[in-house]
């Protein structure tokens, strides 16, 4: 006969896991994305890929969570967007402010490569560990550019075109073969701003002062040691010794919970026995918690949350053959459209993470925001990484702008022009012949330059877009034109800068920003909801009308594999080198901060 507690034993051990301690775990070695894909194909492939979103609210939910003891995370130095970082940053500094242990461990911080953005990522934890042979790449930040145009010249190809103004310096790449004043000016400025956002982050961390910082930045980068003497890591450790010490801390036999027994712990990755604590991923804490928690039906609605990533384009939302994400006029407009239609929406938060594109897509989109606004859905938009150009251009008539103090953003200017491909044509015996049927119907082609009469269209296309960007800046923020040209002329700010010439509202992130949702819709505590979320089922269903909510989602799998040939992959690659179509609004270059 089996004795009645063994049968009960199974169900025992269960109960410890649902009610025992947890200890988040975080992997950030695969990077945080802004959004996941629309698509049910690509929802499957990106399922191991983690969302900003759902890290940061499951370590905001777990400071509030009396069953969550600590918070472990595994910083390397791949790079990461350095207002990601921050707001990842902001959500670590709430859960310490919880009285929570927060413990952040490295293999290195950049192993013979630059590690001060992941480093400065790991200061809002209270505990850095690092691997002996590791080392702290605190080298201090890097913006490049690379120039073609010596390249150009040589193999006989010249770039037409004009910019709208002196910072707006996305030709520079395709006419210079180094730094322009005015683009050094604004590059310098972009540096200097980070990295005193990463010296006082650092120093705020580690104790130590804002010149301190910049000596040891100027020693960098550090071997493990020579961190571990400068106080920039408490501790030279491998994953499982930091894993076992902090599980320690929550063992009953070794003293209790916040306690530094002397048993010995069980190993890292396992469970501690009866009553040890338990890792579990942030990204799935925070799913679970969301699926069994009761959360009371409110008439009053939710506020939505529209993610807007990628180059702006006309048409819909798509991904490219290189990884590439667009954002289409057409996706983005649905869903502003189906929101302010849906009687539960009290809110609308446009996240947006772009380096702009085309002007008319900005404007489509801009004009949407707007009418959501006139109807009485209050549209607060939440800026990422980047929202330069075109990105800035869609939100400005938001309700109120947040970013972070390191956001790209701003580059409020326009550019366009051609390469012309005469002289290697030449070299390679290539020519090309027309029939024209208008005196400007190859006024675009590559193989001659502009003509005296086409020169007057295409500047007074510039001249139109800028004053037609800029009065729309002046409008929407209530700013003089002497206040608009300070900030203007193409200038990429970051959002502290951005904050102080009056383009941003808020420094405070994404949670800033529903924050502001609520109180615009009255809805204090009102919950946030990714829009439109429909079902597998219904993203594979045909949209009935341009205003079905079924219209919103980027392109379905069918439709994706469809697009995934040269074109669109050419597609890519020439809008991430900075190449123009048209009058765009469009940020040059990757932008990554190192």
Known sequence: MVHPVKLLGPFSRLQERRSGPLILELDLTDGLAEEAPSDPLGQVLARRHQQLRDVVEGIRRGAKDPRV????????????????????????SAFRAAGKDTVAWAESFGEFGPGT?????????AEIAVVPTGSVGLTGLSVGTTFFGGAAERLGVRFEGGARHEYKNAPNQFTEQGFTEPHREITERLVESLSEQVAEGVAEGRGLSAERVRELIDRGPLLAAEALEAGLV????????????LRARYTPDAGGSGTDGAAEPAAAGEDSGRGGARLLYVGRYHHRASMTERVPVRPGGYIALITATGIITSGRSRRSALGGRSMGADTVSAALRAARRDRNVRAVVLRVDSRGGSAVASDVIRREVALTREAGTPVVASLGDIAGSGGYYIVMDADAIVTRPGTLTGSIGVYSGKPVLTGLLERMGITNENVESGAHAAMFGPDRGFTESEWDRVNAMLDSTYADFTGKVARARGLSAEQVDAVARGRILTGRDAHDGGLVDDLGGLPAAVRLAREKAGLPGGRLRSFPAGGPWERLMPAESSEDRTAAPQQTAPELAAGLGAASGLEDLAARAGLPSSAPLLMPGGWEIR
């Open 69 to 92: 003891k600590a918070l472990v995370a595994r910083i390397d130095g791949r790079a990461l967007g350095f207002a990601r970082v921050q707001e990842v940053r902001a959500a670590v």
């Open 117 to 125: 953005v992941p480093y400065y990522l790991a200061c809002s934890f």
């Open 234 to 245: 408490d501790r030279l450790a491998y994953r499982d010794e930091v894993y076992a010490d």
